[in-house]
């Protein structure tokens, strides 16, 4: 008997109907409308359906969520993410029938996710993408996308870029607060005063235990969770 599973969106209906609790793979779904039945489906089952990322279980991001009071009144963050593929994207994600959508779905989608996170619910307030290869664009999957964003009350802005065709992979989050700014990238996290100085940096384990390095000691480092 099977109780739980590992689905794309094709056997997800099918498998919650039956009583089965569903990992979906991601996205969880790819318009309002699909991602509305799947709730109300789960609702009348009785059973759960969801998705998951892994960004949010890492070590750096841990503690920066735990510290974000460190940086003060939060008001603007940047987010850049790129993938160096070197040439025409292929497979499953080459094709609108399989992807559904291009970067914005496959990486903005764990931006978001972090973002959202981070500093709560967040309004669209315009989107851009950008077509590096003419099968792409006959295909409506984008390779590079923009994303500008706020919070509900608009104290905070930010902006997601993403490229999966860039001279190199990177990743790198900085959030700007009235006390402090926060850099986290794919190893590390650095948290720097106003005077531009690293006050505290965590370092992503690589297999072994993490290393915590408290650059000084006052009462902000206290307060910081470890």
């Avoid at 699909?34 to 279980?57: C, H, K, M, Y």
């Avoid at 750096?60 to 994207?89: E, K, N, P, W």
Wanted: charged share 20%; with cysteine.
């Amino acid at each position: 008997e099977i109780s739980a599973c590992l689905v794309g969106s094709e056997m997800c209906i099918r498998d919650s109907q039956h009583g089965v609790t569903v990992l979906e793979e991601k996205p969880f779904a790819v318009t309002n409308d699909e991602a509305n039945a799947l709730i109300a489906l789960s609702a009348s089952t009785g059973t759960p359906v969801f998705t998951t990322a892994q960004r949010p279980f890492k070590h750096t991001f841990r503690q920066l969520l735990s510290s974000l009071h460190v940086l003060g009144d939060i008001y603007s963050y940047t987010y850049d993410y790129t993938l160096s593929l070197a040439s025409q994207t292929t497979g499953w994600r080459s094709s609108w029938t399989a992807a559904r959508g291009g970067v914005m779905l496959d990486m903005a989608y764990h931006q978001l996710d972090v973002i959202t996170l981070l500093l709560g619910p967040q309004k669209v307030e315009a989107a851009q993408v950008g077509y590096c290869y003419r099968e792409s664009w006959v295909e409506r999957l984008e390779d590079a996308g923009t994303i500008l964003t706020a919070t509900g009350d608009g104290r905070c802005t930010g902006r997601i870029t993403t490229h999966r065709h860039a001279h190199a992979k990177s990743e790198q989050l900085v959030l700007y607060g009235s006390d402090a700014v926060a850099v986290m990238d794919a190893r590390q996290l650095r948290i720097y005063d106003r005077k531009g100085t690293v006050r505290w940096l965590v370092n992503e384990p690589g297999g072994a235990q993490s290393a915590v390095c408290l650059l000084y000691t006052s009462d902000a480092a206290d307060d910081m969770q470890c």
